[in-house]
């Protein structure tokens, strides 16, 4: 083991000490309240910045999924028997149990996920920002009284699931997983959350610093552990009411297939092969600038990476030139360097899975203007999985690279010549999560917005989200909407209530004969 690995591990140890847990024991599992050791085969986690172990811990099984499903129902229930305002009173005060822990939480996520430092502390403060977001709307969650045609009184109700089933993704556990919990907590839920096996531990301490800020035992269980083992015995539970996933579309199919075997409705947040239109009149500083940011943060492991960049053939040149320029000042390097823009991929399965495509692509003509393998410059100890950030040309919207999410540090740019032509490149694929329109034409941002198919659309910006609007897409990019009201009522289930008020109740033989 070099230095540098050995370094990772011993801060990952003091890490883990610091949130009273143990790297020495194989622990990987927060039910009811305690740390629980999984049950199954042993999981290794890499370093990504060195391709070297961390540690181990095992696969919690189906064992611990009946345990913790039981502890949610328990604590659902218990949940469930406050007022919405104590509900919400509890969920700003359980936030509060990450103070004084930001910078370790934010540390814990770069060497396990492998991204920068600065860009964990910037999602510290969004898991913060969604539990108060929904902590405010636990008692204003209002249902309505309908005028229907008889002497009732027909009132609707919004009422929990019971338990869900979340499962979330290698690419931003601390964020996917305050993402899932602050809405499915707000409307009534327990939850049963599985993160990715390659980045357990976020997750664990998130649910323990939670319960320890006022949150009920057992309200918020996480299992770690394989997909085909520990996600198939959450996916399969009869206790499970609705299972919302953020990942791959292949996954995301087995999910929702898994459901629907059971009848229990799903929400998936899937991949995306978003579209970035600049047109020759765009300001064309803020538009480089922009394409820079959505495809190269996150070394491009994010669903609404802007990875098409549809460019005007009249400013196609000095775009591609600039952006090709630009890219190669980005600082890439470890993650814990404070100087870090851009990290390495989480997995060798998804560096090999990259560098496939790099290497088809350039077999099917694509040209690389830069990037495309190892940076120059890293330390001998940074064996792990890093590519440069990449500009390819000469791509065709046939070619694999333009049709598959890459997710990783990847762009392709086409040019057009009509605005008809690149809405249609734009919708050409089967993904449908986010886009975005460069223009100074307020009219033809507008009306080229309108025209793509795609959950999220931005007009000169890229990447700005917040808890308060939804978030979700078409096609392979899922269905069901995060985030805002609109996430908030995926995990509920409008109940209606008839009450006879007549002086003498009417029954109904049959549908449809109330008393008028």
């Not at 394409?291 to 070394?299: C, G, M, R």
């Not at 360097?337 to 399965?349: H, K, S, V, Y």
Request: hydrophobic share 45%; charged share 20%; net charge negative.
């Amino acid at each position: 083991m070099n230095s540098l690995s050995q370094h990772a591990c011993d801060h990952l140890a003091e890490l883990l000490a610091g949130f009273d847990l143990s790297a020495a024991t194989p622990f990987s599992n927060w039910i009811n309240g305690e740390v629980v050791a999984g049950e199954g085969e042993s999981i290794t986690l890499i370093n990504p910045a060195t391709g070297e172990a961390l540690l181990s811990y095992r696969d919690a099984g189906a064992g611990l999924i009946e345990r913790a499903t039981q502890a949610a129902q328990r604590g659902q229930r218990a949940w469930m028997a406050l007022t919405a305002s104590e509900r919400g009173r509890r969920m700003n005060a359980a936030i509060r149990g990450l103070e004084g822990h930001e910078e370790a939480l934010a540390q814990l996520e770069s060497v396990v996920a492998g991204k920068p430092i600065r860009d964990c502390r910037a999602e510290v403060g969004k898991v913060r920002e969604m539990f108060e977001y929904y902590a405010g709307w636990c008692d204003k969650q209002h249902g309505e009284v309908i005028p229907v045609p008889t002497s009732h009184l027909n009132y609707v109700r919004h009422v929990p699931y019971g338990v869900v089933g979340q499962i979330t993704p290698w690419n931003a556990p601390m964020f996917t997983c305050a993402w899932q919990l602050a809405p499915a907590i707000a409307a009534g839920n327990g939850v049963v959350l599985k993160p990715s096996e390659l980045t357990p531990f976020t997750s664990v301490v998130i649910a323990k610093q939670l319960e320890s800020g006022g949150l009920p035992k057992g309200l918020i269980n996480i299992v770690n552990g394989l997909g085909k083992t520990t996600g198939t015995a959450l996916t399969d539970h009869p206790t499970i009411s609705k299972l919302v996933f953020v990942g791959s579309p292949q996954s995301g199919r087995m999910i929702a297939e898994a459901g629907a075997r059971r009848l229990v409705p799903s929400v998936l947040e899937l991949g995306g092969k978003s579209a970035n239109i600049v047109f020759a009149d765009a300001k064309l500083d803020e538009a480089v600038a922009g394409a820079q940011a959505a495809i190269f943060a996150a070394a491009g492991q994010s669903c609404v990476a802007g990875s098409r960049l549809l460019i005007e053939r009249s400013v196609f040149e000095q775009v591609t030139s600039r952006l090709a320029r630009a890219a190669e000042q980005i600082a890439v390097g470890l993650p814990s360097d404070e100087a870090t823009r851009m990290g390495p991929l989480q997995n060798r399965r998804q560096f090999e899975q990259v560098t496939r495509m790099i290497e088809a692509a350039e077999a099917a003509g694509a040209r690389v203007l830069t990037g495309g393998k190892r940076p120059e410059g890293l330390s001998d100890e940074a064996q792990g999985y890093f590519i440069a950030p990449t500009v390819l040309v000469d791509v065709t919207p046939e070619m694999e690279i333009a049709q598959q999410e890459v997710f990783g540090p990847v762009l392709i740019a086409m040019a057009f010549d009509r605005e008809e032509e690149a809405i249609r490149l734009a919708n050409d694929t089967r993904f449908g999560l986010a886009g975005a329109v460069w223009s100074q034409d307020v009219a033809r941002a507008h009306r080229v917005a309108g025209q793509l198919r795609a959950g999220t659309v931005w007009i000169n910006s890229y990447k700005a989200i917040s808890v308060m609007s939804p978030f979700g897409g078409f096609g392979d990019s899922g269905f069901g909407r995060s985030s805002g009201l609109d996430g908030l009522r995926e995990y509920t289930v409008p109940q209606s209530v008839w009450v006879e008020t007549a002086p003498e109740a009417s029954v109904a033989f049959g549908y449809g004969s109330g008393v008028g």
